[in-house]
């Protein structure tokens, strides 16, 4: 009974890295990248979590 209980506690979480350029966005200093950040969002959240990652550049969203 108690490794049943246990087992609720310890079960895996799988978290996916999503990088926001896979989803359109451009570090070019001109683009809009609201939209792909929110696909990036999207995803993340679909696959039960995990990291939305930004590159080192800057990624300008609508302000």
Known sequence: MLFLALSGIFS??????????????KADGHTM??????????????????RVIFPKEIILPAL
Do not use: E, Y
């Open 33 to 50: 990248n609201t939209a792909a950040i929110q696909k990036a969002i999207d995803d993340c959240h679909g696959k039960g979590g995990g």
């Open 12 to 25: 895996v979480i799988r978290a996916a890295d999503v990088i926001v350029t896979d989803f359109g966005a």
